[in-house]
């Protein structure tokens, strides 16, 4: 049996992880308010409903447990995903703020 690789997670990364629980929460705000409605795409995932959402949240939070020790490929590859999406969703809205892009792009040192 092949061993199965392992890779450490960036700090910042963890850090994207937590914030996106955050994110999924004020999106569940902004469907109950009317603001947004079902269904929307994050990070890969299509969204139908409030138990999608739940299990999202509920990835996020098992892959954040995970990353605080090594993970394996498929993890990684998701984790990462996770974050590209968290990432750009931040530069949007530092754009929609009226910050320069130059600015707005620093975002992207997370990754």
């Not at 308010?33 to 890969?44: I, Q, S």
């Not at 939070?61 to 996770?82: F, H, M, N, P, S």
């Not at 809205?93 to 320069?100: D, F, Q, V």
């Amino acid at each position: 049996m092949a061993e199965v690789r392992k890779y450490r997670v960036k700090e910042s990364w963890r850090f994207n992880l937590e914030s996106m629980n955050d994110k999924l929460h004020c999106i569940g705000y902004d469907v109950e308010d009317g603001k947004l409605n079902f269904p929307f795409e994050v990070a890969g995932t299509i969204i139908n409903d409030f138990e999608d959402l739940d299990n999202i949240r509920e990835e996020c939070i098992d892959l954040l447990y995970k990353a605080w020790g090594k993970v394996t490929g498929k993890e990684y590859g998701r984790i990462k995903q996770i974050v590209e999406w968290r990432v750009m969703q931040r530069y949007c809205t530092c754009l929609n703020a009226g910050m320069s892009e130059q600015n707005a792009g620093a975002c992207f040192q997370d990754i």
